[in-house]
């Protein structure tokens, strides 16, 4: 079994390391790694922002010839899919 390179990159609760900003930290990402987004926020309200959020990422940043999964759990609202940067096409 072969694995890829995951790119994780965690918005909200905790800071982005090493990038000044959200941009920067995906274009760091390579095309075909595995994406793993995460929103942390608190309070209901937030569920559907966060949710259109990662659905304009999902259009970005997704390979969408295969799966994107949205999930939203608790207060985490997360994107998985195989990376594929269009902004560089």
Do not use: P, W
């Amino acid at each position: 079994m072969v694995m890829g390179k995951t790119c994780f990159i965690n918005e909200g609760k905790y800071t982005i390391k090493h990038f000044q900003n959200l941009h920067d930290a995906l274009q760091a990402c390579n095309n075909g790694e595995q994406l793993h987004y995460s929103i942390t926020k608190f309070g209901r309200e937030r569920d559907v922002e966060d949710k259109a959020s990662l659905i304009g990422k999902r259009a970005t940043y997704c390979d969408l010839r295969y799966e994107a999964y949205i999930e939203q759990v608790s207060s985490t609202s997360t994107l998985t899919c195989i990376f594929k940067n269009h902004l560089k096409e």
